[in-house]
């Protein structure tokens, strides 16, 4: 057998156009299936619905189980593309096309990584599990959601590792590597203003639904959040103000947003940092009124709330209340629940190990709690701790960061096989 290069891999996947709406994910399925089989290995295909599969294939036996799961779904790929966005093309040490670092450089990456293990007859004393899931730009149902609810033995596994950190970010002379041990959850809620309509021209019969609302509205936008720092959380800050050379002593509440405002960083990484330190509430549309000449005795606005692990719709509802009077009715429309998987797991501490092992002296890694959310929810929930990665070579080009979907998206071949010696050594300690 000949190993495959993973840009090989990346650019194949890349030309299968697997945007989601509609998926087609099973043509990814079947490509890997193809790979997989030539190796002398027989995985499964799972599809819930015509062309929606997912990928399952494990390698190994025992009785420790680790789980490398990455979607094969991508987004649309909209216009103004400097290059084909399905086109693959490898060119000057670069992957190119929709999926480059969203996440077809994770897929080729896990099943490189397995295919040289089994080349290379690296012993394995338990099961590494790869599960390639369709569905995930659109909520994960048809894809790890599915798996997770009505095929749960496939992919129930001691850890697992999934996207879901953020690139490296070179900080002082130190390149930071991000572990993500959780994601925020949703808590989108409508909020209603009733009032009493009349004639615009004699305002002060009626009772203005509008300007209630916009009295919420205004409110909320002045909101300050509890801060509230889980220990990763705690870990991470001290760390990035201990590399930037600010003394921390106590990291309080207080604290947080003196020294946030003090990080000599990006203002898009420490904002990203304040959202890991508390709720969010974004009051994002209003709808009220008909007319100019009509006071409107409705009005309507939905807020976007991403709440921390540890907070519920109750918490939601009893902070809302403390600034919106009861007059405003509180509707919770989307409700999804926070993860999180412990730090404190020597899996972790392996993860952190092999990164460093790769990166050299330079290299620091830190756990990380992520605003949006991935297969994890599902794997999390299925009481699988579930770790995510955004290992890139100290080199990659920062401009790439932003191609995430959006345009131009590609990948360092120097970074897809970091990636892939990261899992390799992974899997290799682990299933030792
Ligand atoms: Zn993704």
Redesign the pocket.
């Known amino acids: 057998m000949l190993t495959i290069a993973p840009e090989k891999i990346l650019s194949d996947l890349i030309q299968i156009d697997s945007s989601n709406p509609p998926g087609n994910e099973t043509a990814v399925a079947v490509y890997l299936k193809k790979l997989f089989d030539d190796a002398g290995i027989v995985g499964e295909i799972i599809e819930p619905e015509e062309g929606r599969g997912s990928y399952i294939v494990r390698l190994g036996q025992g009785s420790k189980k680790l789980l490398y799961i990455?979607?094969s779904d991508?987004v649309p790929v909209g216009d103004g593309w400097d290059f084909k966005p399905f086109s693959g093309e490898i060119k000057n040490g670069v992957v190119h096309g929709r999926g480059a670092l969203?996440?077809k450089d994770?897929i080729a990456a896990q099943v490189s990584a397995a295919l040289r293990l089994v080349e290379e007859k690296v012993p394995l004393n338990g099961e590494l599990i790869i599960a390639v899931t369709a569905d995930?730009?659109i909520g994960g149902r048809l894809g790890a959601g599915f798996l997770a609810e009505r095929r749960p033995e496939l992919i129930q596994a001691d850890f697992a590792v999934n996207?879901?950190a953020d690139q490296p970010i070179m900080i002082k002379n130190k390149l930071a590597y991000f572990l993500q041990v959780g994601e925020k959850g949703t808590a989108w809620c409508t909020l209603k203003a009733h009032g009493t309509a009349g004639h615009g021209s004699v305002p002060t019969l009626a009772d203005n639904a509008v300007v209630k609302m916009a009295r919420a509205v205004s409110r909320l936008h002045n909101y300050r959040a509890e801060v509230v720092v889980v220990p990763e959380v705690e870990k991470l800050l001290k760390s990035l103000a201990k590399l930037c050379g600010i003394e921390v002593q106590a990291l309080g509440p207080n604290e947080v947003d003196a020294l946030l405002d003090q990080l000599p960083l990006e203002k898009a990484f420490v904002e990203s940092l304040r959202s890991m330190t508390r709720m969010t509430v974004s009051p994002n549309q209003i709808r009220g009124g008909t007319k100019t000449n009509i006071v409107p005795d409705y009005c309507e606005a939905d807020i976007d709330i991403r709440i921390l692990p540890g907070q519920d719709c109750e918490y939601v509802e009893k902070e809302l209340r403390l600034i919106i009077n009861k007059e405003i009715e509180i509707e919770f429309n989307e409700y999804r629940a926070p993860t999180f998987s412990s730090s404190r797991e020597s899996f972790y501490r392996l993860m952190e190990e092999v990164t460093l092992g790769l990166a050299g002296d330079n290299a620091i890694c830190l756990p990380v709690i992520s605003a949006g959310s991935?297969?994890s929810k599902f794997l999390r929930g299925a009481g699988i701790p579930s770790y995510g990665i955004g290992h890139m070579a100290s080199g990659f080009d920062q401009q790439a960061r932003t191609t995430?979907h959006g345009k131009n998206e590609r990948i360092d071949i120097e970074s897809l096989s970091l990636k892939t010696d990261f899992l390799k050594e992974l899997a290799r300690r682990y299933l030792a």
Do not use: R
Request: proline residues 0%.
């Open positions: 990455a979607h991508v969203d996440c994770l995930e730009e996207e879901g991935t297969d995430v």
